[in-house]
């Protein structure tokens, strides 16, 4: 969760609010704020973390493993529709990548500014091309984009 | 947004609504299972109230609360779990 904290002000600027959420209670959020991630961001971290103890709210969102009593890596996109857009479940033992999750955003952010005229091919990052569908780009993708765009940074 | 709740002792009621769906099983034994569907993109976000601490504070949050804004909704196994 400190990585997601480390970049909140960016999150921010992009109109983003983050809620963190886990099995254990607000005053175990307390004390991991308070005596471990405090010392690997500026700062406390500064979104809400979320207690749900018997997750009733993890089995919502259908990450909830009952077997070992906690949840697993879920991390749910919204749009502010209250829509979700994406999401990504990773069991324990590996965590995100911060840099795709805001990657994601910043597409999902640029085809609802477009009203879905603009999509993002695989591996769109900002400043890269993007695909208008229509009629007569069918069958023409390979014209106006290359496989080289989804390999490069 | 967020409601302030005091420490206590006694922990925050949780709330829970038609998300889930506890099946009666077998009426004698009173087995109960719970389904869990995963959620579709694209669908509405299920809605939920949850205690969180925020920035000092033991406080409450309804997801309704944050439309109009985007959402980044993180689950994690559980503090101090290492990665």
């Known amino acids: ?153 | 947004m967020y409601k302030e709740f005091k420490a206590g002792c006694q922990r925050p009621t949780i709330t829970k609504d038609e998300g889930i769906k506890e099946i009666e099983k077998d009426g004698d034994r009173n087995i109960k299972e719970e389904k869990i569907n995963m959620i579709k993109v694209g669908q509405p976000a299920p809605d939920f109230t949850i205690p969180a601490f925020h920035n000092g504070k033991f406080v409450e949050l309804n997801l309704s609360e944050f439309k109009g804004k985007w959402v980044l909704l993180c689950f994690y196994p559980g503090d101090f779990t290492f990665v």
């Open chain 1, 1 to 153: 969760m400190s990585a997601v904290a480390d970049r909140y002000k960016e999150l921010q600027n992009l109109d983003v609010e983050v809620i963190s959420i886990s099995v254990d209670s607000v005053y175990v959020h307390k004390m991991w704020n308070d005596n471990e991630l405090s010392k690997m961001v500026d700062g406390d971290i500064p979104f809400p973390m979320g207690s749900d103890q018997d997750g009733t709210i993890g089995k919502k969102y259908g990450i909830y493993d009952g077997d070992s009593g906690v949840e697993t890596r879920g991390r749910f996109i919204i749009d502010p529709d209250g829509i979700v857009q994406g999401f990504e479940v990773l069991t324990p033992s590996v965590g995100r990548n911060v840099n795709e999750t805001v990657r994601q955003i910043k597409a999902f952010q640029l085809v609802r500014e477009s009203e879905g005229t603009e999509v993002t091919p695989s591996g769109w990052n900002p400043g890269k091309k993007t695909l208008k569908p229509n009629p007569d780009l069918v069958g023409n993708v390979w014209k106006q984009w290359s496989i080289s765009e989804a390999r490069d940074e």
